[in-house]
């Protein structure tokens, strides 16, 4: 791993990306380096949840796929 690549990363919780803040309306811009490199776009869906304390937004696309293995894995389960 490269200098510049540890001075990326946080101790395990993933890969710094810079900051934000909230504006006025109350909302946040996400990194233009975090956007490009997750793919974001204008009108992406997000799910915001709350985790001690943290915030996490999780892309609508990868709950769909998430719930949709759970419930084949509950199916499989009552086979």
């Known amino acids: 791993m490269s200098k510049k690549q540890k001075n990326n990363h946080f101790d395990g919780w993933g890969e710094f990306h810079g900051s934000a803040s909230i504006g006025e309306r109350g909302q946040v811009v ?7 490199s997750l793919k974001l776009n204008k009108g992406d869906n997000f799910f915001v949840m709350e985790k001690d304390g943290a915030i996490v937004l999780f892309p609508t696309e990868l709950m769909e796929l998430f719930v949709s293995d759970l419930t084949k894995k509950i199916k499989d389960l009552k086979k």
Not at 30 to 36: A, E, T
């Open 30 to 36: 996400i990194p233009k380096k975090l956007r490009d």
